[in-house]
């Protein structure tokens, strides 16, 4: 499991939680405020994901069994 795994369950997390306040209380958020905060947070966890999705991707080692020449999806003529 890597920082992106973790990211992605506390954003999914956190849309969860949204979505349950949101739908129980009629007057969410209830200041400006709250809304602020509410926003900053949803931008934070998705910039997280983002990132450490790059990152991940960006410092992922090659599999095993791979000579260092890619794969062709095309046979050569």
Do not use: Q
């Amino acid at each position: 499991m890597n920082a992106f795994h973790v990211c992605g369950v506390l954003l999914a997390a956190w849309a969860l939680i949204l979505y349950f306040i949101g739908t129980t209380r009629e007057g969410f958020p209830g200041s400006k405020a709250v809304a602020r905060a509410v926003g900053a947070i949803s931008i934070l966890l998705v910039a997280a994901a983002i990132f450490s999705a790059i990152y991940a991707g960006a410092t992922d080692e090659e599999e095993e069994g791979e000579s260092g020449e890619s794969a062709a999806a095309v046979l050569p003529l």
